[in-house]
C-alpha cells in the first residue's frame, strides 16, 4: 500500500513558477512508476509528465520544454518543477502512482493517488 500527499500548488501569475512535491510513503517506492494529472474544471484527467522506475521521462507537449519531473528515492519524493506557467496550466494537479515500469496516460493504469492541489495561474 502506498499513501501519496501532494504539496505545493499556489496562485502564480503567468510566466512564474512553481514546483509541487508528491511524498509517498512505503519503503519500496523506488518500484513504482509516478505521473503528475492534472484536471480543470470541464475537462478529463490528463498526464503532464511521468517518470518510470527506471528514471525514463514523458511530458506532454503542452508542457515540454517547461516541466521537469524528477524523483528523490531516498526521501520517497517525486517533485514536478512548472517554469513558464500559463493560464491554461491552472487545474487540480494529482500524483499517481502504479508499481513497475512503463509510464501510461490513462489515469485507470495507477493504483495509487493523492488528494490533489490547486494550481492556479492568472493572466
Request: charge should be positive.
Amino acid at each position: 500500500q502506498v499513501q501519496l500527499v501532494e504539496s505545493g500548488g499556489g496562485l502564480v501569475q503567468a510566466g512564474g513558477s512553481l514546483r509541487l512535491s508528491c511524498a509517498a510513503s512505503g519503503r519500496t517506492f523506488s518500484r513504482y512508476t509516478v505521473g503528475w494529472f492534472r484536471q480543470a474544471p470541464g475537462k478529463e484527467r490528463e498526464l503532464v509528465a511521468g517518470i518510470s522506475s527506471g528514471g525514463s521521462t514523458y511530458y506532454a507537449d503542452s508542457v515540454k520544454g517547461r516541466f521537469t519531473i524528477s524523483r528523490d528515492n531516498a526521501k520517497n519524493t517525486v517533485y514536478l518543477q512548472m517554469n513558464s506557467l500559463k493560464p491554461e496550466d491552472t487545474a487540480v494537479y494529482y500524483c499517481a502512482a502504479r508499481e513497475g515500469g512503463g509510464i501510461y496516460y490513462y489515469p485507470t493504469r495507477y493504483d495509487y493517488w493523492g488528494q490533489g492541489t490547486q494550481v492556479t495561474v492568472s493572466s
